[in-house]
């Protein structure tokens, strides 16, 4: 009877319940939509779990209208979401969808902080505390709400009320949890049973990472250890128990800093849980760090190192797999391990690795995924759309979206999609790379229903004008990827970033680009170092240097905070941020506060960071390297180059030369360090370490600045020829190099080779004509024979190309002095001041001006003007209000690529005739055979 009829109907709901799951996984919204509300309405009005799971996704929905519209509205910009309607049909959508389940499941707690967490969404705080306290009125320790609650909390300022609720759900008492638990600290502790008995508590490792987190941020390290010994063992699941041992294992090794414990830590993770390949991983890591600790140990050592550790726990898999089964469950360490060979540039071992991992786990989508970018990289364009098309299939996720948009926008599909043969050539390549995948993925039907994604991977405008757009990028294809990527995920950082950057690049309004980048800032993005850092580039390409410092300091704190407590491959996002943000100061020239920002980079990442000092360190102290060298080692090339470079700007040479050598022993190609050290040895005239760049060239014969450094170096001590073949050397393998063409020219102007000069000066500005010092050297070139006339229009011409180029004003001036227009050289003189208050060359040719005719008054204004501008104290900071209009001035599109031109080719096979033998090396360009012919030359002349 009835029992029969309820049992049915809970079936039924279930098997709808399931279905309408499996839709949304594949991305069919629409569909689970309309399953989730046939539950709700024809069968059971009252089932909280479908009210729940339709409220959610209309919210999910929501979020990506609202974006969309976001994003096609131009002159909302970035206060598009302030400028909605709440009254929208959009919104009411997913409000209305939680005020009924409410009416009809008044007690599930659940409803109420899933509604609390959309208005929260849509920045209504107010009115998301009050539902969450609604929901904590059912459940006061419920750890789904106190978590959420207490985020917002947090996120609000309110450490206090966040802790309390997070206490108050693990059932933590005051004076109680001193002891260490048997799984993370060193003596015994509380019984699991006692502890679920406080308060009905109960431990999640949400709730856990979260309070350790607050307590590390607080510097409470022990309170931090003692409460990962108390709940860890609590946990229900495997991937529980790794988050709250991983935080545990951070801890120890950053804080405490006892590897050997946080090795430890991870071990008896992989014993709850012998197949955790995120243990596993970490475990890689943590050795990897460890042999960094090692003296004399190099970048590339411990990646081998990491290396190494992956390989084995790969190798134990593939040998599980052929007996009784593999213990790892997925392919996360064959990923981890493909990447470390991408980054090397081993893309064949990378493939191989990956066509390993798919062979034992052909449903890991992620591993579809790696293997289409690896193709990418090699330039198989259709069998990665191919592998992305086939990834999608197994499981949707942002990544794959992302990486499948990316490539429509650089290298657009060119087949259509009747073409039947292109669709078998790429379906036997696929075949013959990816056979276990490919099979796999064959008994999974195609998402065709992923609503924005289009029609499978071809043109969705075919208009028959095939010839006239084939390699025209399908923009509305490819941002309709983004958007399902962020229906998909919308906290997907990265998803934001290349959104925002694309509608940048194809044809998007900055308003766009920009209110793209506050919906990933707003979505509390998992990953926000790449949001806040795309908005800041945004920010400053418009010269908006105060809003970019802004959005730089705001992302900074996210980072930090949420890299405090857990290890990942993204901990050095912060680093990250944090050298942009310094290089934003020094360009400001508030070096004070880029010293502090930089002192507290490496007081936070250490060796974590490649980047952090790749700019002029101007005043960050020698000590803060010294100490940051002192706790990690010598593994960071960049941290001793910006130890070196500080040296060299203090004057200590001594100390200097030691650190370099350190730097290019710790990265034998890192250019950088050859070429700084190099210069440093050429500027104190010591000419006889030229086997510094030749070093530098060995390792990185495609970084052009080694050759300009060289050539120029040779260029000083008179050897023109051995310049000349460096130059053409370096063109030849770096032809976008603009400073070569320059330097080059500079060369031929001092020999009087004119033509020459204005030939290799006109190829630069063929390529960069917006670059002032081209124009300079080509009216140089022109004054050089007498045609003041003629360069004085050079002149005027390039302040057309570069009009914020205070040397420019100043060029012309003294043309104008020349002829004795003393008031147009003033007018000069003083608008390049305009452009840059900081050019001290215009101050002093304005200031002998002045004195020349004896203009008292008007030397008094100069002085006056200076001082505003210039500090005695060189740590204290410029105006900087000066400094950053200068530097916003400066910031412009990047160089255009293009080919060896062939007026520099004809000078390039003339100095191939000269006698250097050097004709083979040039055309091979081989740079141990160019450096051995000009030892050869010299050796001659000798």
Request: proline share 3%; aromatic share 6%.
């Amino acid at each position: 009877g009835r029992g029969g009829n309820a049992g049915g109907k809970k079936r039924r709901v279930r098997n709808l319940f399931r279905e309408a799951k499996d839709l949304e996984r594949l991305g069919r919204w629409r569909e689970a939509s309309a399953v989730l509300r046939r539950i709700v309405d024809d069968i059971d009005p009252r089932d909280a779990h479908s009210h729940l799971a339709l409220a959610r996704l209309e919210a999910r929905r929501e979020g990506g209208r609202g974006a969309a519209a976001a994003g096609a509205s131009k002159k909302k910009g970035a206060d598009a979401a302030a400028d909605d309607d709440d009254d929208s049909p959009a919104a009411d959508a997913a409000r209305a969808a939680f005020e009924r389940g409410i009416s009809l499941c008044p007690d599930s707690v659940h409803l109420w902080q899933a509604w609390a967490l959309h208005e929260q969404s849509r920045g209504d705080d107010v009115r998301a505390r009050e539902l969450f306290e609604r929901a904590l009125q059912l459940g006061s320790t419920n750890p789904y709400v106190c978590h959420a609650y207490g985020l917002m909390e947090l996120r609000l300022g309110n450490a206090d009320r966040a802790r309390a609720l997070w206490e108050g759900a693990l059932g933590e008492d005051e004076g109680e949890g001193s002891d260490h638990g048997a799984g993370v600290g060193k003596s015994s502790a509380l019984t699991a049973t006692e502890l679920r008995m406080k308060k009905g508590g109960r431990s999640t490792a949400a709730l856990v990472c979260s309070l350790g987190e607050l307590h590390v941020s607080a510097q409470r390290y022990d309170e931090a250890r003692d409460l990962y010994a108390r709940h860890v063992l609590l946990l229900d699941t495997e991937r529980e128990l790794t988050e709250v041992y991983l935080a545990a294992a951070w801890l120890e090794e950053r804080y405490f800093h006892d590897m050997d414990r946080a090795a430890e830590l991870l071990a008896s993770a992989l014993r709850l849980s012998p197949g955790n390949s995120r243990a596993q991983i970490a475990i890689a890591r943590l050795e990897g760090r460890r042999a960094a600790m090692v003296d004399g140990m190099s970048e590339e050592d411990r990646t081998k190192e990491v290396r190494k550790r992956l390989v084995d726990a790969c190798t134990r898999s593939r040998i599980g797999s052929e007996g009784r089964g593999s213990s790892v469950r997925d392919g996360r360490l064959f990923n981890a391990w493909a990447k470390l060979e991408v980054r090397a540039g081993r893309l064949a071992a990378a493939r191989k690795i990956l066509k390993r991992g798919m062979q034992l786990f052909p449903n890991d989508h992620s591993l579809v995924q790696a293997a289409g970018k690896v193709e990418e990289r090699v330039g198989n364009y259709t069998l990665a759309r191919d592998l992305y098309t086939r990834s999608l299939a197994v499981e949707p996720s942002a990544p794959t979206l992302v990486a499948y948009a990316l490539l429509e926008l650089a290298h657009p599909d060119v087949c259509s999609l009747g073409d039947k043969d292109g669709a078998a050539v790429a379906a036997a390549a696929a075949v013959v790379a990816f056979p276990v995948a490919v099979a796999a993925a064959a008994v999974v039907a195609l998402p065709g229903t992923v609503e924005a994604f289009g029609n499978g991977g071809a043109s969705e405008d075919n208009d028959g004008n095939e010839d006239e757009d084939e390699h025209r990028p399908d923009t509305r294809k490819a941002f309709s990827l983004f958007e399902e990527a962020l229906l998909i995920d919308p906290r997907h950082g990265p998803t934001y970033n290349a959104y925002g950057n694309s509608l940048l690049k194809h044809g998007g309004s900055i308003d766009e680009a920009r209110a793209v980048y506050e919906r990933g800032v707003a979505s509390d993005p998992r990953d926000p170092a790449s949001v806040y850092h795309g908005l800041a580039r945004l920010e400053l390409e418009q010269g908006n240097v105060e809003r970019a410092r802004e959005v730089l300091n705001r992302g900074l704190d996210e980072v930090q905070r949420l890299e405090a407590v857990m290890d990942n491959r993204k901990r050095g996002r912060a680093a990250f941020l944090a050298h942009t943000l310094g290089m934003l100061e020094l360009n400001s020239h508030r070096v004070q506060v880029a010293k502090e920002v930089f002192e507290a980079g490496l007081e936070r990442h250490g060796n974590s960071s490649s980047q952090l000092l790749l700019g002029p360190p101007v005043q960050v102290a020698k000590e803060v390297f010294e100490a940051g060298l002192e706790r990690h080692g010598n593994s960071s090339s960049q941290l001793l180059l910006g130890a070196a470079l500080c040296e060299v700007r203090l004057g200590n040479d001594y100390t200097a030369r030691k650190f370099f050598d350190e730097a290019v022993h710790a990265d034998r190609r890192h250019a950088q360090a050859w070429q700084a050290w190099g210069v440093m040895e050429m500027r104190a005239g010591n000419y006889k370490t030229a086997s510094l760049f030749e070093c530098g060239i060995k390792s990185r014969p495609d970084h052009g600045a080694l050759w300009q450094a060289y050539g120029t170096m040779e260029s000083r001590r008179g050897d023109f020829d051995v310049a000349r073949a460096l130059f053409a050397a370096g063109i030849q393998k770096c032809p976008d190099h603009v400073p070569l063409y320059q330097a080059w020219a500079c060369l031929e102007l001092r020999g009087h080779n004119y033509d020459h000069a204005r030939v290799l000066i006109g190829e630069a500005l063929t390529r960069d004509k917006t670059e002032g010092s081209g124009w300079l050297v080509a009216g140089k070139i022109e004054e050089k024979q007498g045609n003041d006339g003629v360069a004085g229009l050079i002149l005027r011409r390039g302040l057309e190309c570069d009009p914020n180029n205070a040397e420019l004003y100043r060029a012309i001036a003294e043309i104008e002095i020349k002829k004795g227009k003393i008031d147009d050289a003033r007018d000069f003189l003083e608008k390049g001041l305009d452009v840059n208050p900081l050019h001290a060359p215009s101050y002093h040719t304005l200031a002998e001006l002045e004195a020349r005719v004896f203009n008292i008054e008007g030397l008094a204004r100069l002085n006056k003007r200076a001082a505003k501008v210039f500090n005695a104290n060189a740590l204290a900071s410029p105006s900087s209000s000066a400094a950053e209009d200068v530097w916003g001035k400066k910031i412009r599109a990047s160089r255009p690529n293009a080919r060896l031109p062939d007026g520099v080719a004809a000078l390039v096979e003339e100095i191939g005739g000269l006698d250097l033998d050097l004709e083979h090396s040039l055309t091979v360009m081989d740079p141990e055979s160019v450096i051995e012919g000009i030892h050869r030359k010299k050796a001659l002349v000798i």
